[in-house]
């Protein structure tokens, strides 16, 4: 008998230029991904979002000399993800995915077009940075929006609509660990 290798994973980052796509990408790199697997980092382009956001991974747990310097100019964040991920990890494979949603779409249409695009990869695991605070994380209260109604929230459209594995990531603090959320698991600390 020889020695059988387990076929890998495929493991999805939404991939975005924000705090908590960054602090997502940490937890899967850290916590998620291993030797085998494969780390997809999708990234939904709305033509109408804003600018490059993403110079905090230099102060990520990573080196400043292994991390590329994303401050100033039109960086291509997701080019600077799949080298980050290149640095931290160096033996998983890594692929970048665009998909263009129109800039009329809302919330919802980005949150279908992931979830297509995770029946399309065949992923096993999707992990998405999510935006919340601390008081309405334990209370179950969802942010409101101008009209009195709950605001839509992709992470836990995905969360709840997925058919593979979906887990919402709140990096809190540098040392501070995460806040998970799952469909079976809400509020679940990992303590780094």
């Known amino acids: 008998m020889g020695s059988e290798t387990t076929p890998g994973r ?82 998983i494979r890594i692929r970048k995915e665009k998909v263009q949603m129109e800039a009329k779409l809302k ?13 399309t990869l065949g992923v096993d695991l999707v992990i998405i940075g999510q935006r919340r ?11 409101s929006g101008s009209s009195g109604l709950k605001a839509f929230d992709t992470a836990e459209y995905l969360i709840e609509n997925s058919k593979c594995t979906c887990v919402g990531v ?6 501070a660990g995460y806040l998970l959320n799952t469909k079976t698991q809400k509020n679940f600390w990992l303590l780094a």
């Not at 960054?22 to 494969?38: F, I, T």
């Open 107 to 119: 919330d919802k249409d980005k949150a279908n077009a992931i979830l297509v695009s995770c029946n």
């Open 10 to 91: 495929k493991v999805m980052v939404v991939a975005d230029p924000t705090r908590e796509s960054a602090g997502a990408l940490q937890y899967a790199l850290s916590h998620v991904v291993l030797e085998n697997d494969e780390l997809i980092l999708l990234h939904v382009e709305n033509p109408s979002s804003w600018r490059n956001a993403f110079s905090f991974l230099r102060r990520s747990s990573l080196s400043s000399t292994s991390v590329p310097n994303l401050e100033g100019g039109d960086v291509d964040f997701l080019e600077a993800m799949k080298q980050v991920c290149e640095v931290s990890q160096p033996r």
């Open 170 to 175: 709140q990096k809190k603090g540098q040392n």
């Open 133 to 143: 605070s601390l008081s309405s994380a334990l209370l179950g209260i969802k942010r």
